[in-house]
């Protein structure tokens, strides 16, 4: 090679270098993947433990509250709110199940106030927006909170946070208020969970695999703020692991809801066992972060 062909290519080399270090330098530690390890499980209840769960820290030493087909009320069922998803509790004790009908043009958010009582919020679609309420998770500020659509999306829904945010009433339509942009499509999202004011973890029920490379992935989303109502975020997606996929029976297991508790610093996300099993050895997951 001539001289200062070598001469050029060596100056490219160390300008391409130099970049490759700033940008390791100056990358912000929260698009960093955390590794979340399995740490035990406890036995899931395919009428009352199915379907979603969340901690509750108000009032103090409450239990933990899962959803399941047997946790709808009659009343609720009665009138076609027949699935519940993924439920969570804001930092101040409400607490809030997403509920969908298997037809019509709204979905609905019930919530309980930290005194007990419960009040029903109801949401007209947007235009293009799925029927299907998989699950909600309310932002640490406590006013706004995010929901998402079953099947293959590249968004997720930001609302007002019904019964915190003041804006909200039983009486009038919960509007969406913006959205956060996923860089990476996502499919079946069963539930999500906010680790900080910027990152989620979310359990994804896709059977596929095509999108990571794993079937039923544990995912993480970094934001590029928290939600405000006011203006669309952006979401980096990463698929962390494999969700554990242990059954007696043989057969296509569900991904089902996921909560963080921040008190202990324990992630808990819901599988759901294949054919006969369902009944038997379903599991709730315990991980920690290592």
């Keep these: 090679m001539p001289l200062r062909a070598r001469q050029r290519c060596h100056t490219v080399l160390t300008a391409a270098v130099v970049l490759a270090a ?11 993947a955390d590794t979340w390890t399995e740490v035990g499980s406890d036995r899931a209840d395919p009428l009352t433990e199915s379907q979603g769960l969340t901690s509750v820290e108000v009032p103090a030493g409450a239990a933990n509250r899962y959803t399941g087909i047997g946790t709808i009320p009659v009343d609720l069922s009665g009138r076609g709110w027949n699935h519940v998803g993924d439920p969570d509790a804001s930092y101040d004790g409400h607490y809030i199940e997403p509920y969908q009908r298997d037809s019509g043009t709204t979905k609905m958010f019930r919530v309980q106030s930290p005194g007990g009582t419960w009040a029903e919020y109801v949401h007209t679609l947007s235009s ?41 009433s039983p009486s009038v339509n919960l509007p969406q208020a913006s959205t956060v942009r996923l860089d990476h499509a996502v499919r079946d999202v069963q539930g999500c969970d906010f680790l900080s004011a910027t990152r989620l973890l979310c359990s994804s029920d896709d059977p596929a695999g095509t999108l990571f490379g794993i079937t ?62 369902v009944l038997t050895d379903s599991k709730t997951y315990r991980f920690t972060r290592s």
């Design 22 to 32: 700033t940008l390791l330098a100056t990358a912000s530690p929260a698009s960093a």
């Design 128 to 168: 293009g927006e799925a029927l299907n309420n998989s699950w909600v998770a309310v932002s640490p500020g406590g006013q706004w909170m995010l929901a998402g659509e079953y099947g293959t999306m590249s968004r997720l829904l930001v609302f007002p946070t019904p019964g915190v945010n003041p804006g909200t």
């Design 216 to 277: 039923k992935p544990l995912l993480q989303i970094d934001l590029s703020a928290e939600p405000n109502g006011t203006s669309d975020v952006t979401g980096h997606v990463t698929a962390l692991r494999q969700l554990p996929l242990r059954s007696s029976c043989s057969g296509t297991f569900e991904a089902e809801g996921i909560d963080y508790d921040r008190r202990t610093g324990t992630l808990r996300v819901i599988v759901v066992s294949p054919g006969f099993c």
